[in-house]
């Protein structure tokens, strides 16, 4: 399993429909200062989920939506799509690529599809939960979060391996039915 590639439209500085090929292995970005670097790895959490409008750095959840420029007047809506190859069967679906996309409108909520069918944030979590990219984002660290993981008590700590692991699905499963 890797990510093939990634697509953004109307996303913070991607205005025009930017496709980033990717292939297996190592992929670094580099760039001048406020390139966009650190908004292609935003664009990769917001595509799986992420609903902290902070993780993303922004105030608010719109604030990932391109918001214009001196010659460019503001978009009306930002969406991503991650193409993730599954020949190796990783993701739990019978599909050996797969597209998930993730679009948003200014005066509104979120859509999300998995490739072109309309799904829930929910079918997108339990997609990715078992590839070991989870909910809480661990897999993307971003500056100064290192720190957070140092400092992180023991049960935070034991939540970091049981997501790894591929067990936080059937423990927060086991929670929702325990709850009834
Ligand atoms: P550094 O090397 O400093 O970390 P970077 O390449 O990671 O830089 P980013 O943080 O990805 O840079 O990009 C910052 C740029 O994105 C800024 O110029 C900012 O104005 C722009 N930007 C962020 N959100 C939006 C938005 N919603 N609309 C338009 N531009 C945006
Ligand atoms: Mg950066």
Same mark, same amino acid.
């Given at each position: 399993?890797?990510?093939? #590639? $990634?697509?953004?439209?109307?996303?913070? #500085?991607?205005? #025009?429909?930017?496709?980033? @090929?990717?292939?297996?292995?190592?992929?670094?970005?580099? +760039?001048?200062? +406020? =390139?966009?670097? #650190?908004?292609?790895?935003?664009? $990769?959490?917001?595509?799986? *989920? !992420?609903?902290?409008?902070?993780?993303? @750095?922004? +105030?608010?959840?719109?604030?990932?939506?391109?918001?214009?420029?001196?010659?460019?007047?503001?978009? +009306?809506?930002?969406?991503?799509?991650?193409?993730?190859?599954?020949?190796?069967?990783?993701?739990?679906?019978?599909? /050996?690529?797969?597209?998930?996309?993730?679009?948003?409108? @200014?005066?509104?909520? =979120?859509?999300?599809?998995?490739? *072109? /069918?309309?799904?829930?944030?929910?079918?997108?979590?339990?997609?990715? =939960?078992?590839?070991?990219?989870?909910?809480?984002?661990?897999?993307?660290?971003?500056?100064?979060? $290192?720190?957070?993981? $140092?400092?992180?008590?023991? !049960?935070?700590?034991? *939540?970091?391996?049981?997501?790894?692991?591929?067990?936080?699905?059937?423990?927060?499963?086991?929670?929702?039915?325990?709850?009834?």
């Amino acid at each position: 399993m890797y990510v093939k #590639s $990634l697509t953004l439209k109307g996303f913070k #500085s991607f205005a #025009s429909a930017t496709n980033l @090929r990717l292939e297996p292995g190592i992929t670094c970005i580099v +760039g001048p200062n +406020g =390139s966009g670097k #650190s908004n292609v790895v935003d664009a $990769l959490a917001w595509v799986m *989920g !992420e609903q902290g409008a902070k993780t993303l @750095r922004g +105030g608010k959840m719109e604030d990932v939506i391109f918001a214009g420029t001196a010659g460019r007047p503001p978009l +009306g809506r930002a969406e991503v799509s991650l193409t993730i190859d599954n020949t190796d069967g990783a993701l739990p679906i019978d599909y /050996t690529e797969v597209t998930i996309t993730r679009t948003m409108f @200014r005066n509104g909520g =979120s859509e999300y599809s998995i490739n *072109g /069918t309309p799904s829930r944030l929910l079918d997108i979590q339990e997609l990715l =939960s078992d590839s070991g990219i989870g909910r809480e984002m661990h897999v993307i660290v971003g500056q100064g979060q $290192l720190d957070a993981v $140092l400092r992180a008590t023991p !049960e935070e700590r034991r *939540g970091f391996i049981e997501e790894a692991a591929g067990v936080l699905k059937h423990r927060k499963r086991k929670e929702k039915a325990l709850r009834k």
